[in-house]
């Protein structure tokens, strides 16, 4: 969100230098003062615990929860993505089934996760009410990157309702909109309170970091059932990056109004130079963005999901990674999820090379279809 190498990163670096600050992760100074900071930004969450990156905090939150439920089956939601890990490496077919997304995955790990429709409550009620009684916990990314939309605030209402009635952890997974909605979260902008939260990127300041918030609800049965539950880690709660991570939040909260301020000005610039390309051209395309997240995707017909997105999208995948390797050409890194980021260090003059070019790109590939 700061962009690469940003001042408040090299200032932190060089502190952690002459503070003579090593990579110490046992219980240590850095990590509890960050720990109480985060509380004030999450006060629903009475302990946070830190990991080494993101997939190992989605991991650890998975644990707490069957460890809690004493239950094994977990509930994920199409689109969402939850790291590297071997309990989430899945994707749903048609059926919102199960299968593999890499090799080297158990049939065990499989059978113990569902999924359901993101943005659709009726398919969605009817599949958790189908497993409910199995449930360890629902994993969701409120807002998707694969998809990023506001159009979510009646879904996750639905899906904390659920799992408030039927004793089903409910865990979001904000690694990417945490900070960068506003220096909070998309919980706290819809008042959603989940259980259990996982947060990462933004928060480490450019360092490797994943972290859990324990709301008090789940704080307090752990408590009372004290499970032996194993969160540690050699480098888990490290001093470098939960100093750093504590440095960056602190300047992002100090200068909260002038960041997202330049952060909204300049995702207004962006979206709406886009979208008035898109309907000159009268180009079967349509942008979706959330804060300073934006996704091209390549329809006009509106999507709620990424199964609706991936529909129209396949027919045309030849086209878009054609479109992807032309950015490449130009010097502008377009990823494969098709996910645009937009920082404080970049300035309009970037934005207009990089539009000038996705604009390019979409008449070359895109100008003839229906």
Request: glycine content about 4%; overall charge positive.
């Amino acid at each position: 969100m700061l962009g690469h190498q940003s001042k408040i990163f090299k200032k932190a670096f060089q502190n952690l230098i002459n503070d003579k600050i090593t990579v110490m992760a046992a219980p240590n100074r850095q990590a509890i003062n960050y720990s109480n900071l985060l509380k004030k930004i999450f006060p629903h969450y009475n302990k946070f615990i830190f990991c080494s990156t993101g997939s190992e905090a989605v991991m650890k939150a998975l644990r707490i929860s069957k460890a809690i439920t004493k239950k094994s089956l977990i509930i994920s939601v199409t689109g969402s993505w939850h790291g590297s890990n071997d309990k989430t490496l899945f994707s749903a077919d048609k059926n919102f089934n199960a299968f593999p997304i890499s090799s080297g995955l158990s049939k065990y790990d499989k059978s113990k996760i569902k999924f359901i429709p993101y943005n659709n409550i009726t398919k969605s009620k009817k599949i958790l009410n189908k497993y409910k009684k199995r449930l360890s916990c629902i994993l969701i990314e409120p807002v998707q990157a694969c998809l990023p939309s506001s159009d979510i605030k009646k879904y996750l209402r639905f899906l904390k309702n659920f799992s408030k009635k039927n004793k089903i952890i409910l865990i979001f997974d904000e690694m990417i909109t945490g900070l960068r909605t506003d220096a909070s979260s998309v919980q706290s902008i819809y008042k959603i309170k989940p259980d259990l939260s996982t947060f990462g990127k933004c928060f480490g300041g450019g360092t490797p970091i994943g972290i859990i918030g324990v709301s008090n609800k789940i704080e307090g049965l752990i408590k009372k059932q004290n499970p032996r539950i194993f969160l540690g880690g050699t480098f888990s709660a490290n001093s470098i990056s939960t100093y750093i991570g504590k440095m960056t939040v602190e300047y992002i909260l100090k200068n909260k109004k002038k960041i997202f301020s330049d952060l909204k000005i300049k995702s207004k610039y962006f979206s709406e130079n886009l979208n008035n390309f898109i309907k000159q051209k009268k180009l079967s395309i349509s942008v979706y963005d959330f804060k300073s997240m934006f996704r091209i995707v390549f329809t006009k017909e509106q999507v709620k999901n990424r199964t609706q997105r991936d529909f129209f999208e396949l027919k045309k995948m030849k086209k878009i990674n054609l479109f992807r390797k032309f950015l490449f050409s130009k010097k502008i890194y377009y990823p494969s999820n098709g996910i645009i980021f937009l920082s404080t260090q970049t300035s309009i003059k970037d934005i207009d090379v990089i539009l000038k070019n996705i604009k390019d790109g979409l008449i070359k590939y895109f100008k003839d279809e229906e």
